[in-house]
């Protein structure tokens, strides 16, 4: 790899200007975004009991016990219901964006990382490729679990590296902030603990370049020694697993609650099935290849078709750098690369139990964001030294490039993390093949369908919107579309009421199949994918009626 630790103020003004872009549109967007699958238990209950359980003095330990929940720290939870009670908006508004911060602090993680390893100009190509990503860029917004956890990785990867660069010489204040990177993932997911392992390589490799810049001057003994190792080890793991464990109620009460975390972490009991190439197989019997089609089908095109040469890149390049004895050159990318291969390879060899496509493995983007913005930044001065005919042609390339691939992410708002690229057969017709709204994110528009349908019909009927009462019924947790209905719509789980005004499905499980006979009123879909159904027999207008 070509030493690119230039001071390009170029980039960082580019970059500068992608942040600031990416600040306005999270706060404008983030409301658009609806309440996720689990988000009713996670956020609006787990978040509130582990607080209650701290105001109560544990009194209230609902936190302790609560479904599966407990097997997963309160951290994050905790966090975001305090900032919920504190702020000045609206729940919804609030959560999304709680959750948009989170992910945009990954993204200057990922910046920082890029750019402290290879230079300005390697720290733009790793924000923008991990900005443009759409399942993360998605996710931002919605995923109170592994958005923290992508955070807590990619920060926790930067402070490894500066700390593997100089570990004799490492002040407490990085120590301290690589304890709270850790924490913030560990508060979250306990499969987190992977973390540690990356630190232990990291230090190795530390202390080991060092070794060899200095021959003779250590024994590895004292190398260790000069290290001061209890310190580097001590600071860090006792704030990750300090504040873990100060947040995790259950822990707390019951430390045997660790190892049935592991496990469940390990072996998920998720019963369920997933469409997985056009056909719906048991989570617990998945082929092998399942996580890495989902990945690759989730990529954009250019990122899908130089992932493998881009990886390959990465660890000759660090060979190389091994070579010459340049510290962070060799050991950034080994980090990056073991932080993006082997969480994958783990879940392969054991047979662990995933679905929602890469949900669970969304925090490898990050690392390998960087790998990429890594190698663009190396190629991109490779080619400025090539004829202008080629720079020209090659800029011109990717800047048509990423305008096209923005419009389609711009097209699928607020639903970016269904995206799929061209070489899983595309929107829409990946759709049939792979989950889409996995997450019934579309509920939210869904309510706003019912809610300016249930206007006109009220106008239909002479009475005031407000006092005409409708039923809704709801294909899967209904608690995430009652919430944007007002008080006269009356929503329920499908199958408590005889016959609703409303029946809203989403198209996962084929639910938006359910009840063909009630005709479809409205659907929520983007670039020809339908995420959910609205039927009803209730007549809008005249015409309706009449037929």
Known sequence: MENISNHDNGYDRLS????????????????????SYDEFWQNRYYGKAVLSFYATLGLDDRATNYLDLYFFGGLYDAIAEALAWLLPLEGHTTRRMINALTGFMGLVGAW???????????GFWSLLNLATIP?????????????PVATGTIWTLYFLIRLAEKPWDVPNSLLLKLGLAMA???????????????????LILGLTIQYRQNPGRYTILSLIQSASLPRIIGIPLSVAFGLMALFWPALLTKPGVLAEAMQSAIHHAWGRSILFKGE???ATHLPWDYL???IAANLPELLAVLAIPILIWSMMASIQSWRRLEAKLAIGPILLLVATLLPPLIVIVNHNVVYDGMRHVLFIVPPFAVLTGMAFASLSQIIERNKSVLRHGLTATLIFYFMHHLSIMVQLHPYQYTFY??????????????ETDYWLTSYREAAFKIMARGREIAE?????????????????????????????????????????????????????RSFPKVPIVDRVERMGMTFAVIRSRLPLTVSEHSK
């Open 112 to 122: 920082k990382t890029g750019r402290h390893i290879a230079g300005p100009r390697a």
């Open 421 to 434: 690229n061209v070489f899983s057969g595309g929107i829409p017709d990946a759709a049939r093949r792979f």
């Open 135 to 147: 399942v993360f860029y998605g996710h931002m917004f919605i995923n109170a679990k592994d958005i």
């Open 16 to 35: 500068l200007l992608i942040f600031l872009a990416l600040g306005v549109i999270l706060a404008v967007t983030c409301r658009d975004y609806g309440y």
């Open 280 to 282: 719906y197989i048991p």
């Open 460 to 512: 239909k009927e002479h009475v005031a919107f407000a006092d005409r009462h409708f039923t809704v019924s709801v294909f899967f947790v209904f608690n995430n579309i009652q919430e944007f209905l007002p008080k006269n719509f009356s929503v329920t789980d499908m199958g408590k009421i005889a016959d609703p005004d409303f029946i809203v499905a989403s198209s996962r499980w084929n639910a938006h």
């Open 292 to 294: 890495p089609v989902y």
């Open 184 to 202: 913030l993932a560990l508060g979250v997911r306990i499969g987190s603990i992977i973390l540690v392992g990356y630190a232990g390589l990291a």
